[in-house]
């Protein structure tokens, strides 16, 4: 995620949401699908009240967050109502599912709840502050058998659909190495001198700027390559604007295929500019400014001088995959909570190889 996508969403969710609850955007048919919106928190909350509120068939029934005002000042705006307490929702048959946008402490509570109640539920990533807390919520999970995701929303980008195909076609030969980054100016900026100041609170967020951006382009390694073996890293703070909260870091990944990998992370960065990169025996690609330069020696045409452009067609975004399975549909490409808890997990085991100053064996789910 950059900078741009995140201040489209702090600047312009609220009043795509506003301007959706005109009269001309209501809507009027029978709903299919009923959800309420437990916490309100985090960075994303406008996005995706907004996606629900658009999507068609679907009722916010409610929002609730431990901090009342702040559901309040947003019900209106999308036709909901603001329980007294959290209760109300887990015993309402009528709520299918929830989405979880409270800070990451609460995670756990509200997971478990939600499992308890027979609940779908979106839970925005990262799903728990440590792995202990993760595995809790997969057994809850599990054992109610509801429908989960989170919000790995670059799963649904073209070129890393494309990539992960031609990886599996085996079109890069032997991989030696990839790389990934995710970086913006947050910290520069004071992103979070304000709004969701606790995301600069690793006791509460669970991590800070490393786990926070980091945690998307994890996902999509290990997504693409599979499980991770072992770690090491260095994560620290930068400019101390939030304390000791770390601001930047790298990390080295063996994956338990033998392949190394990079991951770079942090809010102190004015450019980004190189997003992935894949070697191999047969093939390189590189996404570069928001285009793909790709090579192989199994596809013609793919010179890696100039932008591939042939890409599959991505699926909706995270939280419409969610909506969409409440409403019946049986092929979204959800993320399961294993894979939610397995990001967490190396995530972790990153810290603390990061910490020790030493190579660390990633736990299993």
Not at 284 to 296: E, M, P
Request: glycine content about 10%; aromatic content about 10%; overall charge negative.
């Amino acid at each position: 995620m950059n900078l741009s996508r995140r201040e489209f969403i702090k600047s312009a969710g609220t009043a795509a949401i506003a301007a959706s609850a005109l009269p001309a955007g209501a809507a009027l048919e029978a709903f299919g699908v009923t959800v309420a919106f437990v916490g309100l928190d985090h960075i994303h909350t406008p996005q995706y009240l907004n996606a629900a509120y658009r999507h068609p068939g679907v009722r916010i029934k409610y929002l609730w967050d431990e901090d009342p005002s702040r559901a309040k000042a947003q019900a209106g705006q999308v036709g909901a109502t603001v329980p007294e307490q959290i209760e109300t929702i887990w015993s309402d048959p009528e709520v299918q599912g929830v989405v979880i946008l409270s800070e990451t402490d609460r995670h756990k509570a509200l997971v478990l709840a939600a499992a308890r109640a027979g609940k779908g539920m979106f839970v925005e990533k990262p799903l728990g502050i440590n792995p202990e807390e993760c595995a809790d919520m997969v057994v809850a999970v599990e054992k109610a058998g509801v429908t989960f995701t989170t919000g790995y929303f670059m799963r649904t980008d073209p070129m890393h659909l494309f990539l992960k195909d031609e990886v599996a076609k085996g079109h890069f030969g032997t991989i030696s190495r990839v790389w990934a980054s995710n970086c913006h100016n947050g910290s520069l900026t004071g992103f979070f001198d304000h709004d969701w100041q606790w995301m600069a609170d690793p006791k509460r967020a669970g991590v800070g700027a490393f786990g926070d951006l980091g945690t998307h382009k994890l996902d999509i390694l290990m997504w693409i390559f599979g499980d991770v073996e072992k770690v090491t890293g260095l994560i620290e703070p930068v400019t101390h604007r939030y304390g000791d909260c770390d601001e930047s870091g790298e990390a080295l990944l063996q994956f338990k295929s033998g392949l190394a990998g990079s991951l770079a992370a942090g809010w102190v960065d004015i450019e980004d500019p190189v997003k992935l990169l894949i070697s191999g025996t047969e093939g390189h690609a590189v996404i570069f400014r928001g285009q793909l330069f790709y090579r192989s020696l199994h596809l013609p045409g793919s010179s890696g001088q100039k932008p591939w452009q042939d890409f599959p067609k991505g699926p909706d975004e995270p939280i419409d995959q969610f909506l969409n399975t409440l409403a019946g549909s049986k092929d979204q490409p959800l993320v399961s909570i294993q894979d939610a808890a397995s990001r967490v997990n190396v995530m972790s085991t990153i810290y603390a190889a990061a910490a020790s100053g030493q190579w660390l064996k990633v736990p299993p789910v």
